[in-house]
Nanobody
Framework: QVQLAESGGGSVPAWGSLSISCVVSGDTPRPYTMAWCRQPPGKEREGVAS???????SYADSVKGRFTIAKDNAENTLYLEMNKLRPEDTAIYYC????????????????????WGQGTQVTVSP
């Protein structure tokens, strides 16, 4: 079983920056694909960014150039650095993981992931 635990959410003004992280524990599959997904208030959950165990990344168009996904294998931690935040980035952010590699050309498909964290709230004020 895999456990994912996000942290680092909070409130920032528009154009601000925030980093969130996700610690992975348990029986981590190899290879794997990890992702950050988010659920804005009153909307469906959507994919934001993905990274595979080999390092290839993908992003939704709405965050490309502003968000950076990265992982630290030694610390079993996934990161999402968010810059130039907008009010529309307000959401609960979830990290997710699945066995095997999926190379996305755009946003990850959230229904393809097996393991989920509990989420962390990010609020961007105008």
């Amino acid at each position: 079983q895999v456990q994912l635990a996000e942290s680092g959410g909070g409130s920032v003004p528009a154009w601000g920056s925030l980093s969130i992280s996700c610690v992975v524990s348990g029986d981590t599959p190899r290879p794997y694909t990890m992702a950050w997904c988010r659920q804005p208030p009153g909307k469906e959950r959507e994919g934001v960014a993905s990274i595979v165990s080999g390092g290839r990344v993908s992003y939704a168009d709405s965050v490309k150039g502003r968000f950076t996904i990265a992982k630290d294998n030694a610390e079993n931690t996934l990161y999402l650095e968010m810059n130039k935040l907008r009010p529309e980035d307000t959401a609960i952010y979830y990290c997710a993981m699945r066995p095997a590699i999926i190379w996305y050309s755009g946003p990850p498909q959230e229904d393809e992931f097996s393991y989920w964290g509990q989420g962390t709230q990010v609020t961007v004020s105008p």
